[in-house]
């Protein structure tokens, strides 16, 4: 079998790199080039990503105290909920896929853009305008009904900027929305010749399942809040209870769109995963047909599994058998992509570099989140653990350990391909250690709170959970160290860092078979793929260099 | 003593909830323990440049490997879900006897009416060894009902009627807490449930006892609010009688048959067209912004006693 | 073809493929308008079933007249619109003008009865608020239902027509080819548009005069 092959021109003719094809402001704001789109929404999502943990650590900080510190219940309240506005949909949602989809997705499959490029320049710009939304509701002074915007408080007891609030989340929708139809478009019609569905990359299967999610579940989101703002401004009755309204509709249809999202969140990153342990075992992904019917069944099947987000809300009890059925339904191919990535690293070469310690983070937290999703599917347990620590434990588990260490392992993985440089590796290391380190030492505690009936969204709280917020708001510490490191050592490497040839990490894929960084087109001539992906481990020529 | 503690030995189901969430962390450490093995076994093993032999696993038992996988936790998950529901269905419906407290919640607090009218702020007296129902309602936004020590949680809804039921078997005061975030002062809608015998539990109920009992506060209210002029026994108009109503199953014109429950009058209250009983026209005006969810609470009371007086006086002179 | 170059844009191999790749980017996102009225269509449906009452007495009220003045001129609009969308691909250049104006024109007067028809709304104080004039009080989550959806109906119909105008003066103006794979996108569009007034037309004016 052969390495995927590109038919390449001498080096004379190749383009300069999309970085150098114009150094105005204009010419990034003005560009429809898919990569440097990726660069607008990983600076957007960065800062979005510091303001959001801002808020949570004057939140943590304030819970060192059973009877709080510094912060009034109501600035409490908003603190919380702009934390999880921020973090959910300026940062985890379009995350990995507005970045590393954006730039990578078309390189993958060999194409010179995505399929609308000025579609995609236009959802940066709605992210833009809901990102502004959401600046103004702080500046305003912030909204109080969490990230959920349950009715009817939301809608007639809020005392907050409840429509600027969802104006920023309906429009940042319409920017996924676009996102999604591109990715699907892209990879139905400019995959390169030879490049068959299953010689796709899990990363782009990945990236195709969550847009699929994405267009058919945050249209839903839109007009749910579209229906709480026309209440709340207009005061018309649609879930108001005086005039009948019922309490659970705005429920049902808020997370008939948020529990698919966060497999939005979550299969971006399994794409990832898939392919940085595939590099750095030096193997081919256990197990591609499996991989990838468990990424296309976690995006239907997580499409019925809303309403167990509302076992105590008051629907019917046989609703919830029904809900908790098909949550350990969903909860099988997840476990399944766990055990064919551990399969993965057998009988390989592995190198643990620093993408790949982001990556077995995520293996160790992913599990536990995955585990712990398994009592929260049960009926009992959950009546008695939800909306405690234990299920923010459970969801920072699968969003922060899962997604943001993917997040991490990708942007160290990808770092020489997109920036051209080379960071300094032991720096790299000891951020993924302390990451992995103060995730566990915030969230690990919370479990137990939880279970011991600890309330979330709780500015005052009994004694003897004091214990538990203190170790919790330590490896908070720990976990801003780790996040604020990158920052340093990356911008150092943008500087001062060694140039990166084409394929540091010797990786299989077709955009490392391309300049570092790539030109504005990606490749010099269209390629041809002949063989499947990861052609690593048994069927590979030997390596010649290390990693 | 603490009232929040990992085990809880308060009520039978509680028992019951913390087998299984102990089962689940069994079962959890062990695929940890199994995923962390065997990543450190294979990251040890084949290191780069590692002695360890390469052999190719032949496709045949790749597949095997993966099927076997797929089936096992399937079965597993499986057998976790059954073990759960079984758990759920056997506690889904209180018993016919339950003693009824109800639960009124606003921002930010929580208003428990006992059967004989003792109203209680942010505090719940119930008996043990006697099944205890909460028909509870919301006055403005979602709350939820959070009784830790008794693993329990319900959300509490405007405009429609809950239900969480417990029988607790250990005597304490315990947590109350709002689960669901209601605004402001969400953190500060806490109060306590005290679980007493069933002989202090009498004698707390005389001593505190109001002069009228709930049902007596809900004839008074019958009468005030001119129900009595068109359900009354000598009334001109032609109305449903209300006694026995109450627990006994209704004819309705569009040939449904329900069964009187809470929600049910609640409903003919407010909205008095929704169900017609067979047999009578749709006349009765809706009640809705007229009479609060207390009031509604002491005219259910009412109804309730009118379809047990001659069995028992009250629910709560049963003890 | 001497307007294929101008034709195609930056990743497209060829016109064709890209043709075919704007339909298949429409048609995503019409799924995406589908799941987006969907969560009306359920609100509505779940109270018509928990208040059928109120919701007959709600429903006399709305105007059946324009409803059904609205649905002629949208369904003319459709067909002007797909005899637009076919002239373009056979180059009839003229032709295709001339059906995207009357399209645009039926557009607007949709829009006016529309408009006509809020108002005379309003004077009846069908507005859901204090002054509603209906009882009982669920009435009120019908007309919420009636604004919104024919509110949000008409913002579609509104950016059909600033697309259609724009696409139209840009093409007279030939500043871009009568064959691009727009005119068939907005015809995709328009046509969804028409859609969804077909499906509110018995949920806001049939359904109490049955």
């Known amino acids: ?487 340093l050592y990356l911008g150092w490497s943008l500087l001062y860092g060694n140039r990166a040839d084409r394929n540091p990490w010797h990786a299989a894929g077709l955009e490392w078979e391309t300049l570092s960084p790539p030109p504005k087109e990606n490749f010099e001539r269209t390629p041809t793929v002949t063989s499947g992906p990861y052609s690593y481990g048994e069927d590979a020529e030997p390596q010649a260099h290390t990693a | 003593m603490n009232p929040f503690r990992f085990v809880s030995d308060v009520s039978h189901e509680a028992i019951v909830v913390d087998r299984l969430f102990f089962l689940l962390v069994g079962i959890s450490v062990l695929i940890a323990g199994l995923v962390t093995a065997l990543v450190v076994i294979f990251g040890v093993r084949y290191r780069k440049d590692s002695p360890a032999p390469r052999r190719a696993l032949p496709q045949m038992l790749k597949n095997e490997v993966e099927i076997g996988w797929i089936s096992a936790t399937a079965f597993l998950f499986f057998f976790i879900f059954w073990w759960a529901a079984a758990g759920e269905l056997s506690a889904l419906t209180a018993p016919k006897n339950a003693l009824d407290i109800h639960i009124v919640a606003k921002q930010w607090m929580w208003h428990a009416q006992q059967p004989n009218g003792i109203r209680e702020i942010n505090e719940i007296h119930a008996p043990i060894n006697t099944p205890v129902r909460l028909v509870m309602t919301s006055q403005d936004v979602i709350h939820s009902m959070f009784l830790p020590a008794l693993r329990i949680k319900q959300d509490v809804l405007p405009g429609r009627y809950t239900y969480l039921w417990f029988n607790a078997q250990k005597a304490g005061t315990y947590h109350l807490l709002c689960a669901e975030f209601c605004g402001t002062e969400h953190s500060r809608m806490t109060g306590r449930i005290v679980l007493m015998t069933q002989p202090e539990y009498s004698r707390w109920t005389e001593t505190e006892a109001p002069t009228h009992g709930l049902a007596a506060q809900g004839e008074t209210l019958f009468r005030s609010l001119g129900c009595s002029g068109c359900h009354g026994p000598n009334a001109s108009v032609h109305a449903p009688d209300l006694d026995h109503l109450y627990g006994h199953r209704v004819q309705l014109s569009d040939g449904r048959v329900v069964t009187a429950d809470e929600a049910y009058l609640r409903d003919s209250i407010l909205q008095p067209r929704r169900d017609i009983v067979a047999g009578y026209k749709p006349l009765m005006p809706s009640f809705r912004g007229i009479v609060s969810e207390d009031d509604i609470v002491r005219l259910i009371a009412y109804l309730k006693s009118l379809s047990t007086k001659n069995v028992l006086n009250q629910q709560g002179e049963r003890q | 073809m001497s307007d294929a170059p101008a034709l195609l844009h930056e990743p497209w191999p060829s016109v064709e493929r890209q043709r075919e790749g704007v339909s298949f980017g429409l048609w995503l996102f019409i799924a995406t308008e589908i799941l987006f009225f969907s969560g009306l269509f359920l609100g509505y449906t779940l109270y018509r079933n928990l208040y059928p009452d109120a919701f007959k007495i709600a429903a006399r009220e709305t105007e059946v007249f324009f409803g059904t003045l609205n649905t002629a001129i949208l369904m003319t609009s459709s067909l002007t619109m797909a005899v637009a969308a076919r002239g373009a691909t056979r180059g009839f250049r003229k032709m295709t003008l001339w059906c995207l104006a009357v399209t645009i024109t039926l557009g607007c007067t949709f829009l006016l009865c529309k408009g006509l028809e809020y108002h005379d709304d309003i004077d009846n104080r069908l507005v859901p608020g204090p002054d509603f004039k209906l009882k009982p009080p669920e009435t009120q989550i019908f007309w919420a239902f009636y604004w919104v959806m024919t509110g949000i109906h008409a913002v579609h119909v509104t950016v059909g027509i600033g697309v259609v105008t724009t696409v139209t003066l840009l093409i007279y103006r030939r500043r871009i080819p009568l064959a691009t794979a727009a005119v068939e996108a907005m015809a995709l569009y328009w046509h969804l548009v028409d859609v969804i007034w077909i499906f509110l037309l018995p949920l806001l004016y049939l359904m109490g005069r049955s």
């Open chain 1, 1 to 487: 079998m052969t390495d995927i092959t590109v038919d390449r021109l001498p080096e004379t003719k190749i383009g300069e790199s999309y970085l150098d094809e114009g150094h105005s402001l204009a010419s990034w704001l003005t560009t429809t080039d898919h990569k440097r789109i990726g660069i607008l929404y990983a600076l957007s999502i960065t800062a979005f990503f510091f303001i959001g943990g801002a808020a949570i650590g004057l939140v943590r900080l304030e819970l060192l105290e059973p009877h709080g510190l510094f912060l009034t219940d109501e600035e409490y309240n908003r603190l919380f909920t702009l934390h999880g506005i921020i973090m959910v949909w300026f940062f985890l949602v379009p995350s990995i896929p507005t970045t590393f989809g954006n730039f990578l997705l078309p390189m993958m499959i060999g194409a010179k853009d995505v399929a609308f490029p000025r579609l995609n320049l236009m959802s940066w710009y709605l992210f833009v305008i809901g990102a502004t939304f959401t600046i103004i509701t702080i500046i305003a002074g912030g909204v109080d009904t969490g990230w959920t915007f349950y009715t009817p408080l939301s809608t007639l007891y809020a005392n907050g900027n409840v429509i600027a609030a969802a104006a920023g989340v309906f429009v940042v929708g319409f920017s996924s929305i676009a996102t999604g139809i591109n990715f699907i478009a892209t990879t139905h019609m400019l995959r390169a010749p030879g490049m068959t569905w299953t010689r796709l990359p899990l990363f782009v299967w990945a990236i195709y399942a969550t847009s699929v999610v994405m267009i058919l579940a945050t249209p839903v989101l839109a007009m749910s809040l579209l229906l709480v703002s026309v209440e709340r401004w207009f005061g018309v009755p649609i879930f108001n209870p005086n005039n009948g309204g019922d309490p659970l509709l705005f429920q049902h249809l808020f997370w008939f769109y948020s529990h698919p999202a966060v497999y939005i969140m979550i299969l971006p990153a399994m794409g990832v995963i898939s392919e940085v342990f595939a590099c750095f075992a030096r193997r081919k992904v256990f197990g591609y047909t499996a991989m990838v019917y468990s990424l296309m069944s976690i995006a239907v099947i997580g499409f019925m599994v809303w309403g167990h987000h509302m076992f105590v809300a008051g629907q019917s009890p046989y609703a919830n058998l029904v809900f908790s059925f098909l949550s350990f339904v969903v909860a099988v191919p997840s476990a399944i992509k766990v055990f064919n990535w551990v399969a993965t690293l057998y009988g390989g070469q592995i190198v643990f570099k620093a993408p790949m310690l982001y990556a077995m983070g995520f293996l160790g937290l992913f599990t536990v989140g995955g585990l712990t999703g398994l009592f929260l599917a049960s009926v009992p347990i959950d009546i008695h653990v939800t909306d405690t620590y234990f299920v923010v434990a459970h969801f920072h588990f699968i969003m922060v350990g899962g997604s943001v260490s993917a997040f991490f392992a990708a942007l160290h993985f990808w770092w020489p391909k997109i920036t051209g440089r080379l960071y300094p590796d032991y720096w790299a290391r000891f951020g993924a250690i302390t990451m992995f380190l103060g995730f566990n030492a915030t969230f690990l505690p919370q479990f137990v709170m939880g279970y011991e009936g600890m309330p979330r969204r709780y500015h005052v709280y009994p004694e003897q959970f004091q214990v538990y917020h203190v170790i919790s708001t330590a490896g908070t510490v720990l976990l801003a160290v780790a996040y604020i490191l990158p920052l």
